[in-house]
């Protein structure tokens, strides 16, 4: 008896398994049969090799060339994800609203930040915070800022200058002075704070800064898994944890309080009319009653802004430099460029000096600050291919169905060193391919010469002509004056935190260079 109701309960069973199997979702079936990697941890997935590389795209880049430009990897504890370069997919995810943050997104910038910044609110409220600022970050916006980018520059100058004789050389963490002339220009530009950590590197509101980016050092082992279980986690806790007494939540907690006591001090501004500062967020006040974005919702931008406008540009410029240590000979043709014009004694017009604007091109194609993006699909919807895909089974497709809560990779980095778009030398750091035409047979996705760096769509990043032309003065002041070469026997490699940093032989977060300061 017990026998036989066993292989009726085993029978029943097999029907239920087969007609929930039979029964999936297009979406999922398709999903079983794209082509990846093999999962080496049920825990880990495929994370550590994708995330927390040794060289930031070691397997990614590979896995580009093995299984095309849309595949399947593993994420935590059996999940499964989606790795996306495919031109018309990020094209058309970028572009559709029903793509938004992985919850575990928003709550951390919820928690961290405020929930009014602009990277966590959707709809309406989205689109009134980016016309807000978009006066600042308008072209005429951001050349009102050339002069602090230019004092900023000149002061970073003045740092070397002190350290390395005319004619001598010193072996520096560029990075480092990349970090504060970046901080300075967004406090000054963007939140009229003067800060002058290039001058002071000890000034509070730098150490604070610079202490978050310090704990957000490398996407490690437990950051994985914490950010998977984020999901699962109430906001309240989250709030709670950054009370944990550990390195990285208190530098966290103390990067809060910072940012919470400048949004006070600026509400306090606005309402004695005491703000005489020309900076981002005054043109937002004074843009808000247009737009209907309430003086409150102004003030909580200032996180992230200075999150996203200060280690994002800083690092780009590390990137840039090493190329230039790596390339004397472009070094040396780009520092002719830029001498010519300043010695035309006029104001430098950045945009006409194609040499510089090809280094930036180029380092933002190979090392963008944010190679890899994370979205959601937040409804079942059908992803358009360039690019046929064939599954496990045969079959070929050229539209791919999501189901509602899929998590994909945008892989901007990979998409950006694909060789049937950019060529054979795609991995390669060759500046002249944007002297000589298009060197990009696919469609312009982003605003930038044809790069997703800055993404595209309604989340494009709104800083990238303040970035750009930042990075144009700072480059081109820095080189009028100094060259930089590799120390010997020194390997650079890219790891990733929340954008890519470079790190040395041992691992360490920095870019040791040998600067020389010209002869006069
Ligand atoms: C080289 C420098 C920069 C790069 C490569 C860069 C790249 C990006 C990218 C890829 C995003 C989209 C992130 C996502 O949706 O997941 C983004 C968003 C954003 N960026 Fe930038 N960025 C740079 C500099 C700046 C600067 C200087 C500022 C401000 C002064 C800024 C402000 C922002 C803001 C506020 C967002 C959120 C936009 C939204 O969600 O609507 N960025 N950036």
């Known amino acids: 008896m017990a026998s036989q109701l066993l292989a009726s309960i085993g029978a029943c069973t097999i029907v239920v398994s087969a007609f929930i199997w039979l029964r999936r979702s297009p979406a999922s079936r398709i999903l079983g049969t794209l082509p990846g990697p093999r999962s080496p941890s049920w825990v880990y997935g495929n994370m550590l090799q994708l995330l927390c590389a040794d060289s930031y795209g070691d397997y990614e880049f590979r896995w580009q060339q093995q299984y095309g430009a849309v595949y399947r990897v593993k994420g935590c504890f059996g999940e499964d994800r989606l790795v996306v370069s495919d031109a018309e997919a990020l094209r058309n995810i970028i572009n559709n609203p029903s793509f938004g943050y992985p919850p575990a997104r928003w709550k951390i910038g919820n928690a961290t930040m405020s929930s009014d910044n602009v990277a966590c609110v959707v709809g309406e409220k989205h689109r009134r915070i980016r016309a807000d600022m978009s006066p ?62 290039v001058q002071n590197p ?21 950051g994985i898994v914490a950010e998977f279980l984020t999901t699962y986690t109430p906001e309240f806790m989250l709030r709670l944890s950054l009370h944990l ?58 996180p992230l802004l200075l999150v996203a406008g200060q280690d994002t540009s800083a690092n780009v410029l590390s990137w840039a430099l090493l190329e230039l240590a790596r390339h004397l000979d472009f070094q040396h043709s780009l520092r002719q460029e830029i001498l010519a014009h300043k010695r035309q004694g006029v104001e430098v017009e950045y945009d006409d000096m194609p040499l510089l604007n090809a280094l930036l091109k180029e380092t933002l ?70 002297l000589e035409g298009d060197p990009c047979t696919g469609p312009a996705l982003g605003p930038y010469a044809k790069l997703l760096s800055f993404l595209g769509g309604p989340r494009v990043c709104p800083g990238w002509r303040f970035a ?53």
């Not at 306090?268 to 043109?283: A, P, W």
């Not at 539209?399 to 998590?407: A, C, H, S």
């Open 136 to 197: 600042g970050f308008s072209a005429q916006g951001v050349r009102n800022f050339l002069p602090i980018f230019l004092d900023v520059a000149n002061k970073m100058v003045n740092e070397w200058e002190i350290l390395c004789s005319p004619g001598s050389s010193i072996r520096l963490d560029v990075a480092k002075m990349m970090n504060h002339g970046t901080l300075d220009i967004i406090c000054t530009a963007a939140l009229g704070l003067p800060v002058d950590s």
């Open 245 to 302: 007494p550990i390195g990285p939540t208190r530098a966290l907690l103390a990067f809060k309080t910072t940012t919470d006591q400048i949004m006070e001090q600026k509400t306090q501004e606005y309402k004695l009319n005491q703000s005489e500062t020309n900076d981002l967020l005054s043109t937002m006040f004074a843009a808000s009653s247009k737009t209907e974005v309430t003086p409150a919702q102004v003030v909580h931008q200032i």
């Open 468 to 520: 750009l032309l930042e990075m144009q003065v700072i480059l081109t002041e820095l080189l009028a004056k100094f060259s930089v070469s590799l120390p010997k026997n020194n390997v650079i490699r890219a790891r990733l935190s929340t954008v890519q940093f470079p790190v040395d032989n041992e691992g360490a977060k920095g870019l040791h260079l040998t600067v020389e300061r010209l002869a006069n």
């Open 202 to 222: 000890d000034h509070p509101l730098a150490r604070t800064h610079l202490d978050i980016l310090g704990a957000a050092f490398v996407r490690a082992r437990a």
């Open 365 to 434: 194609r190979l090392t963008p600050a944010g190679p890899i993006l994370e979205r959601m699909a937040t409804e079942d919807c059908v992803l358009p291919l360039s690019t046929e895909i064939t599954t496990s089974r045969g079959t070929h497709i050229r539209e791919l169905p999501i189901r509602k809560g899929q998590i994909i990779f945008l892989a901007l980095a990979a998409y950006q060193r694909q060789e049937p778009l950019w060529g054979s030398d795609a991995h390669e750091f060759k500046p002249s391919r944007w």
